[in-house]
């Protein structure tokens, strides 16, 4: 992902263009990055239509402190896609093995994703189980 950098900001003055990315992945990989692949596959011009044609069961993990986060999902878009965040928290902090030093707010986080799972899986054995029934 190329990011061009100027002298206006804290890191340091970096002149990667497009052009230069994609000459360079030719030269190096004998093939060019395709830049829009992922939103054309993906149809990331709107994630929400998207994932409510054909997803399910995701869970969109974010910390309010994270710069990313802003560009993250933070309300859910349906009964199976969720949002789950909290102001605190950082990026993958929640994915991160626990620990006893843990806050309290990074614990009520994780056990609200582990619910929210075992929903999703309690529904899995009862649709098998109906299926298996009929």
């Known amino acids: 992902m190329p990011l061009a950098r100027n002298n206006k900001t804290m890191f340091q003055p970096d002149s990667d263009t497009l052009h230069n990315y994609?000459?360079?992945?030719?030269?190096?990989?004998?093939?060019?990055?395709?830049?829009?692949?992922?939103?054309?596959?993906y149809g990331g011009q709107d994630i929400k239509l998207t994932l409510q044609r054909f997803g399910s069961n995701i869970i969109f993990s974010n910390g309010l402190k994270d710069p990313f986060s802003n560009g993250g999902v933070l309300a859910n878009i349906s009964d199976t896609i969720v949002a789950v965040y909290t102001a605190k928290g950082s990026h993958c902090l929640d994915l991160i093995a626990a620990s006893a030093k843990d806050p309290d707010w990074l614990?009520?986080?994780?056990?609200?994703?582990?619910?929210?799972?075992?929903?999703?899986?309690h529904v899995y054995y009862n649709d098998l189980k109906e299926l298996q029934d009929s």
Not at 22 to 41: L, N, Q
Not at 110 to 120: L, N, P, Q
């Open 107 to 121: 614990v009520k986080q994780r056990e609200t994703e582990v619910e929210i799972m075992g929903r999703w899986i």
């Open 22 to 41: 994609i000459e360079y992945c030719k030269r190096s990989y004998g093939i060019a990055p395709r830049p829009h692949w992922i939103s054309t596959y």
